[in-house]
């Protein structure tokens, strides 16, 4: 019998991957040696303490994602990294705050997390302006990401070397989303994408290329936005071109009215294009039955799943009468979503 991908049947119905970025409050990324096991932290070569630790921030902060990250230097170095990337602090937001811990043991990795859930930020960590690619290669977990990731992988750490800006390419583990390998994220930007090639990455990197053709069959969606509102985001974004990956934005959704047996969704987007006035977006979120999918989300699974998808109406635009920027917002960590 012919074996079965879940990835080629997502790639065969025309999938649209939008929607499916997990919202993230933090990203704990730590580099490790490989083999990895199926749950990444469940890795034997991981110290027992390391592995209690990440066990627990997962529980007391559940919008964290934690990752195992590598690169082809990784076994043959004695120092590793460890990156935290935090959303920013602050009312409209554009991407996540970089911090990189260079350690010897995985052990050391215990106290700089403590610290920094604590928000007792120590001096150690080093910030340089840098993008980080994470591409899932993680095959003992889905086979796709094995079949699809690792040779992506290595296009990419080629394709990187002609760029003149410092970004780095990391294998990583799983992190959603198997059905659309080779995925990735993007970092400090926290934007998620779909069935990569290294044209596809070359352009988001060097913010070039015809948005148009290339976006709505890659995009998966912004990791700082709820995922009910990702397509609205997707509309801007195609809307104002590669501008708008350096827009600060808020985003905020609360339940409408019942049309028919939906739930529809009033959503706001407030955002801020690089020097110009601050705008709102409005507009009612209707689920969107004919073009929701149902299909298995991973090689590993017998039972399918429905997806649902979102239709946009009521679309519209208005001034904002302060620089939403520049408030004081107690409450900038969380994710708005009523």
């Known amino acids: 019998m012919e074996r079965s991908f879940c ?20 990203y704990v990324l730590l ?34 994602r934690c990752l195992l990250i590598n690169q082809d ?19 409209l937001v554009s991407r996540f705050d970089r911090y990189e811990f260079v350690i010897e043991r995985p052990e050391e990795a215990i106290g700089i997390l403590g610290d920094f859930f604590e928000q ?27 079949r699809h990731g690792n040779p992506f992988y290595v296009q990419a750490q080629r394709m990187i070397q002609s760029l003149s800006d410092d970004v780095q390419v ?19 930007d926290g934007r998620i994408y779909a069935r990569l090639d290294s044209f596809s990455l070359k352009s988001i990197l060097m913010r070039s290329g015809a948005l148009d053709l290339m976006l709505p069959s890659i995009y ?44 529809t969704l009033q959503a706001q987007i407030e955002f801020q294009l690089p020097g110009e006035a601050p705008m709102g977006c409005q507009a009612q979120i209707i689920p969107d039955l004919e073009q929701s999918v149902t299909l298995k989300a991973s090689c590993n699974v017998e ?11 009521q679309l519209s635009f208005s001034a904002l009468p302060t620089l939403l920027s520049e408030r004081v917002a107690d409450r900038a960590s969380e994710i708005p979503v009523a």
Request: hydrophobic fraction near 30%.
């Open 7 to 26: 990835s080629d049947r997502s790639r065969g119905i025309h999938e649209d991957p939008i929607g499916t970025a997990t919202p993230i409050e933090t």
């Open 31 to 64: 580099e490790s040696d490989l083999p990895w096991a199926s749950n990444a932290w469940e890795t034997q070569s991981l110290p027992l303490e390391v592995r209690t630790t990440i066990d627990r921030i997962k529980v007391q902060y559940p919008q964290t």
């Open 73 to 91: 230097r990784t076994r043959f170095r004695r120092q590793r990294s460890l990156i935290i990337y935090q959303r920013q602090s602050r009312s």
């Open 120 to 146: 007792r930020f120590s001096t150690r960590f080093i910030t340089r302006p840098t993008q980080d690619v994470l591409i899932c290669t993680h095959g003992s977990h889905d086979q796709c990401c094995a």
């Open 170 to 188: 990391w294998r990583c583990s799983h992190f959603g989303g198997h059905r659309f390998a080779p995925t990735a994220i993007t970092l400090p």
């Open 220 to 263: 998966r969606g912004s990791s700082l936005i709820p995922s009910e509102l990702q397509s609205l985001e997707r509309s801007l974004l195609l809307r104002f071109g590669w501008n708008w990956m350096k827009a600060g934005m808020r985003a905020t959704v609360r339940n409408g009215p019942i049309v028919g047996q939906s739930q």
């Open 303 to 313: 039972m399918e799943s429905t997806y649902l998808h979102y239709q946009i109406q």
